[in-house]
């Protein structure tokens, strides 16, 4: 039985503490150990913010599109792997399509959609200027940007692949 590391803070890490046992849905076997505790969740919110975040808002909207290309690229090549883990929790082939490759194809959807209709830069401008005055000495306009902090999200357990990946995606 293998213990399930998590990659938190830019390394993986195991928990140390009250363990789980994950087991094949048909064989019942024990196929892996699992436990957050004794993990730093507040250092790895931290690294989150501090590494990640900043990462992040330093690039462009089509840096990013090309990001979840690369992203989904690297999943689709790991999809054997992926179809042999959705079989030990039960999941037919359909089942397993649907969620990995339509999580995936989530991926390149929303990376076509940044690429094409977003700006290569950090700065979105939403709309025209906007004036507040009437000699035109003061006028406004919304630009929308990135968010500071993390990005918190609870994952459903019927679509694991395609629930995560649809709200990585908007996110990243």
């Known amino acids: ?11 993986w890490q195991s928990g140390r503490g009250r363990e789980r046992h994950i087991h094949h849905a048909i064989s019942g076997e024990a196929l892996w150990e699992v436990t957050s505790e004794g993990l730093d969740m507040a250092a790895a919110r931290r690294y989150a913010i501090e590494h990640g975040g900043e990462s992040l808002r330093a690039m462009t909207f089509i840096e990013r599109a090309a990001m979840l290309k ?31 490759e339509g999580g995936i194809g989530t991926l390149f959807t929303y990376a076509s959609l940044g690429s094409r209709e977003l700006p290569d830069d950090t700065l979105w401008p939403e709309d025209e200027l906007i004036p507040l005055s009437k000699e035109g000495g003061f006028a406004a306009r919304h630009v929308l940007t990135s968010k500071s902090g993390v990005a918190v999200h609870i994952n459903a357990f019927n679509f694991p692949c395609w629930g995560m990946l649809e709200k990585l995606a908007p996110t990243w």
């Not at 039985?1 to 390394?11: D, E, N, R, T, V």
């Open 1 to 11: 039985m293998q213990q399930l590391a998590s990659f938190l803070s830019g390394a």
């Open 70 to 100: 690369a992203v989904a690229k690297h999943l689709l090549s790991q999809k054997a792997a992926f179809y042999a883990l959705s079989a030990q929790t039960g999941a037919t082939k359909a089942d397993s399509w649907v969620d990995i």
